[in-house]
């Protein structure tokens, strides 16, 4: 059997959709068995009629709180997408959790950093190329170490839209491939610094 990963969002459920269509073709190499949203968003919607256990659970959730639920559903990998709140790691996820960001890290992230924010950022920046960062996720907004990133052309006449749109594309390609590479040990986890307890 695959092992089981949640995926925690704040939004849309676009990346749910596409890891969804990526876990139905066998090129996941995972089974979403849990989603849990920080709002009661479209996201949250998309999971329960998938017919995935799906839990709001809003504000930024204790770590013991988050550690007993992914417990219960027996998960074994946890996915960010597009989820808002800072986390809390449990010590069994240390090296197990990772995010998806719609820039090239490390410019263009921290806090408040996301969505059209950062498409913005990066056309006023002047800068030529953009593309997203697949990370592990530590104790801070989009710190961890780096696993992938892709890259994508700035345009002298894109909007934010525009370009996000284009890196949308790059993130629906990169997520899934380093998520799979990540879940059969085909990507060396760099070291992250101990937990806390659980």
């Known amino acids: 059997m695959p092992p089981n990963l949640a995926i925690l969002l704040s939004g849309s459920g676009r990346t749910l959709d596409n890891l969804l269509a990526h876990e139905r073709r066998g090129s996941l190499s ?3 068995a849990l989603v849990i949203a920080s709002a009661d968003c479209p996201g949250l919607h998309k999971a329960r009629a998938a017919n995935i256990p799906a839990l ?22 946890v996915a960010l997408a ?8 449990p010590r069994a996820f240390q090296g197990r959790i990772t995010n998806i960001h719609p820039a090239l890290l490390p410019a263009f992230g921290g806090k408040g950093m996301h969505g059209m924010h950062v498409h913005r950022a990066v056309l006023a920046s002047g800068a030529t190329t953009s593309g997203c960062t697949v990370h592990l996720v530590d104790d801070q907004f989009d710190t961890g170490p780096v696993l992938a990133q892709m890259r994508c052309p700035v345009l002298t006449t894109d909007t934010p839209e525009s370009l996000a749109a284009r890196v949308f594309d790059c993130e629906c390609a990169l997520y899934p491939r380093t998520l799979a590479q990540l879940i059969t040990g085909r990507i060396v986890v760099p070291q992250l610094l101990p937990a806390e307890a659980p």
């Open 82 to 89: 597009g989820y808002l709140k800072l986390l809390r790691i």
């Open 30 to 32: 995972a089974r979403i």
């Open 56 to 77: 709001l659970m809003p504000g930024t959730i204790p770590q013991d709180q988050l550690a007993s639920q992914l417990a219960a559903h027996h998960i074994q990998f």
